[in-house]
């Protein structure tokens, strides 16, 4: 967690601190306000966010500007309650009636799938859980080798079937094997093959109601790339609508300044963002954490 901060810190000061410059000047005019929209804004936080905490700003300060502190109060509460800190964000990721629990994990081709699955089932295997991982992405080559590979390297097992195989029956076979290894969780990577809605809509389906023959899919996972901005908002409003998400994954949060992706999204879809991905490394996933993820961008 403290990683976090720093790892956020490094690229999301900008942020904070550009919008604290603005707040403690000592008359926050209409163009100061003008310029803290416009930082939001370029900070991904989206349009219909940014009014609004604008507007709740401009009440609370209105036109004499506040002291550094107070100001830095003032930005640290409204930030706060626009990640709505009241949402659940834990993850369902314990054993239920004998059954593993299964988290899907989609998204497009590229965002950091596969990586977020590896980092994932380091975190479990790190609480003593048996984890198992599928290699239901089928599309990219490489992907299988990737995925066994992340799986070697934390110690689970990898489920894997021929190339170019049906990823529904390699999501069946992954969890067939955390039944009869009496698995904690299940983790099935996908592919993320964005070529029609109906075509995305008919292979998750798939692979959903393949897997409902023998457990119950208890987390589907969207991971968006944070570097991406608002297309990569645009391509996730699509899985949105064709398969019942539980919960966001922001990867490469490391490699943007934009952190406001996060209010953005989680907005937007109505969905919690419940991790992040910090870099590249088997360490470099955190649970998100509202007041530490504005603690950072005001760092
Ligand atoms: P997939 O196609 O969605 O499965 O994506 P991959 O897992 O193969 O990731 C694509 C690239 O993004 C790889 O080079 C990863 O190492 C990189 N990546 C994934 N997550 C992160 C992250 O949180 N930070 C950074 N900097 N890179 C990441």
Avoid: C, Y
């Avoid at 991982?133 to 934390?154: H, S």
């Avoid at 955390?178 to 995305?200: M, N, P, Q, S, Y």
């Avoid at 209010?263 to 088997?282: F, M, S, T």
């Amino acid at each position: 967690m403290v990683r976090l901060r720093a790892r956020l810190a490094r690229s999301q000061g900008s942020l904070g601190k550009g919008l604290l410059a603005l707040l403690s000047r000592d008359k926050v005019d209409e163009e100061a306000w003008e310029d803290i929209e416009t930082t939001l804004i370029t900070a991904d936080v989206g349009v219909t966010p940014t009014q609004e905490l604008v507007e709740r700003l401009r009440t609370r300060i209105r036109v004499e500007g506040v002291g550094g502190e107070q100001a830095r109060q003032i930005l640290r509460e409204e930030l706060i309650e626009l990640v709505n800190p009241a949402l659940d964000r834990s993850l369902k990721v314990s054993r239920k009636e004998a059954q593993p629990a299964v988290v899907l994990v989609v998204g497009v081709n590229g965002t950091g799938k596969t990586t977020t699955v590896g980092k994932l089932a380091r975190v479990l295997v790190a609480e003593d859980k048996h984890v198992v991982l599928g290699a239901a992405d089928t599309f990219r080559a490489a992907a299988a080798d990737q995925l066994q590979t992340w799986g070697e390297r934390v110690g689970v097992r990898t489920v894997r079937g021929a190339e170019g195989g049906d990823p529904a029956s390699i999501a069946f076979d992954s969890v067939k094997q955390g039944i009869e290894e009496e698995a904690d969780v299940v983790i099935v990577d996908t592919a993320g093959r964005l070529h029609t809605k109906t075509g995305l809509m008919d292979e998750l389906g798939k692979v959903k109601r393949v897997i409902e023959k023998s457990a119950e899919v208890d987390e589907v996972l969207l991971v968006i790339d944070a570097t991406t901005g608002q297309n990569g908002l645009t391509q996730a409003r699509v899985f949105a609508e064709v398969i019942d998400v539980t919960g966001l994954v922001l990867t490469k949060l490391d490699g943007t300044a934009k952190g406001g992706i996060v209010i953005a999204v989680q907005r937007e879809l109505g969905v919690p963002v419940k991790l992040v991905g910090l870099g590249e490394g088997p360490d470099d996933l955190a649970p998100f954490d509202p007041e530490q993820f504005v603690d950072a961008l005001l760092d």
